[in-house]
C-alpha cells in the first residue's frame, strides 16, 4: 500500500499474549514492509535491555524486516518514565511521517499508550511530597499507601496494582498536588489522528495460551537470562524487577520458591495481569475490538481486518 501516509497512527492494543505483536509485524508487511511501515513499542517491560525472553519481544530477524522503536532503550536499574516515553516516540512518529512511512503502535501498557495517543499534559510535581510518600512507601510497604489510595481515589486504586509502589507513590502525590488523579488522566481525545484497534482473545483460550507460553519461556532459557540480569542491576530497578516473569524467577533464585512455584506464579501472574489489561482498554469508547489470531496462520486475517478499520477511520 502506497498511500500509508493518509491513515491514522495505527495501535493495536490489548492484553499480554493476544497476539498484538505478530499482527503488528504482519500490518506491516501489507503496508509493503519495512520502508513503508514502522512499529513503536509500547510495552514498558520491552524499553529494557536484555529482558527479552520473558517479555517475548520481536526477534533481532523480525526488527531487521521492519524498523523497531522504543525497545532497548533502559539498563534495568533504571526507571521507566511515561513523560519521557511520550517526548522520544511522538519524536519517532514525526520521523516516521517525514519518511512517508505508516507508524504502527503496539502494546498493552495502557498509561503509556494514553500519554503517547492522546492529550495529555502532565499534572505538576512536589518533591517534598513525593519524598515523605516514597519514605513511607520504604518503611511501611505499599499496603498501606494503596489502602490510602483508594480511599481517596477508589478508581485511581482500580486501575493500579497493590503492590506498584511507584505509581502508588505517584497517584498520591498528584492529589495532593492536583486535588484528584482521576481527572488528570488524558481526556479521550487524540492528540493526532489515531485509531486503536485491541485484539479479543476469549477468557479460557488466552488462559490456556498463557501457560504454553510461559513453559516455552523456560524451555527458551528464562531462568538464565534473570540471573544474568540480576549480576547487571536487575535487583535495583524499581520496575523492572517488578515485571511478571521475572520477579517471580528472582523469588526462586533467592531460594524463597521452587522453580514449579515460580512457574505457576508467573502463570497465575500473568492471567492476572491479562485481566487489567482487558480492564483498562474496554471503558474507551474509541476502541475497535476484533478476535485476536486463533494461531500463526489466522494473523494475516487479524492484520487484514486491522487495516480495514484504519482505512474505515481514514475515510470518515
Do not use: C
Amino acid at each position: 500500500m502506497s498511500n500509508s501516509s493518509a491513515l491514522p497512527i495505527i495501535a493495536v492494543v490489548g492484553a499480554t499474549a493476544t497476539g498484538k505483536s505478530a499482527v503488528s509485524l504482519g500490518l506491516a508487511r501489507l503496508l509493503g514492509g519495512g520502508s513503508h511501515a514502522e512499529v513503536i513499542n509500547a510495552d514498558s517491560m520491552q524499553f529494557y535491555r536484555g529482558m527479552d525472553i520473558g517479555t517475548a519481544k520481536v526477534s533481532a530477524a523480525e526488527r531487521a524486516d521492519v524498523p523497531h522503536h522504543q525497545l532497548d532503550t533502559l539498563d534495568v536499574h533504571e526507571d521507566a518514565s511515561v513523560a519521557r516515553f511520550q517526548q522520544e516516540a511522538r519524536a519517532d512518529i514525526d520521523a516516521i511521517r517525514r519518511r512517508r512511512a505508516q507508524p504502527i503502535v503496539v502494546g498493552g501498557s495502557g498509561l503509556y499508550l494514553r500519554a503517547l495517543l492522546d492529550r495529555f499534559d502532565f499534572p505538576g510535581t512536589d518533591a517534598a511530597v513525593r519524598a515523605h510518600l516514597e519514605q513511607r512507601a520504604e518503611r511501611e510497604g505499599p499496603g498501606l499507601l494503596y489502602a490510602e489510595l483508594a480511599a481517596r481515589d477508589p478508581e485511581a486504586a482500580r486501575k493500579i496494582h497493590p503492590r506498584n509502589a511507584k505509581r502508588i507513590v505517584r497517584a498520591l502525590e498528584i492529589i495532593e498536588v492536583a486535588g484528584s488523579y482521576t481527572s488528570s488522566l488524558p481526556r479521550h481525545e487524540y492528540a493526532q489522528p489515531a485509531v486503536q484497534v485491541a485484539l479479543d482473545v476469549p477468557r479460557e483460550d488466552l488462559d490456556a495460551r498463557i501457560a504454553v507460553r510461559t513453559d516455552a519461556m523456560f524451555a527458551a532459557g528464562l531462568i538464565d537470562e534473570v540471573r544474568r540480569l540480576a549480576g547487571e542491576g536487575l535487583r535495583d530497578g524499581v520496575t523492572a524487577r517488578r515485571a511478571v516473569g521475572y520477579a517471580e524467577i528472582l523469588a526462586m533464585l533467592d531460594g524463597e520458591i521452587s522453580e514449579d512455584e515460580a512457574r505457576d506464579l508467573i502463570v497465575r501472574n500473568t492471567r492476572r495481569l491479562a485481566r487489567r489489561q482487558d480492564r483498562w482498554f474496554r471503558p474507551d469508547p474509541r476502541v475497535v475490538w476484533v478476535r485476536g489470531p486463533r494461531d500463526a496462520d489466522d494473523v494475516d486475517r487479524v492484520a487484514h481486518e486491522v487495516l480495514a478499520v484504519a482505512q474505515h477511520t481514514a475515510v470518515g
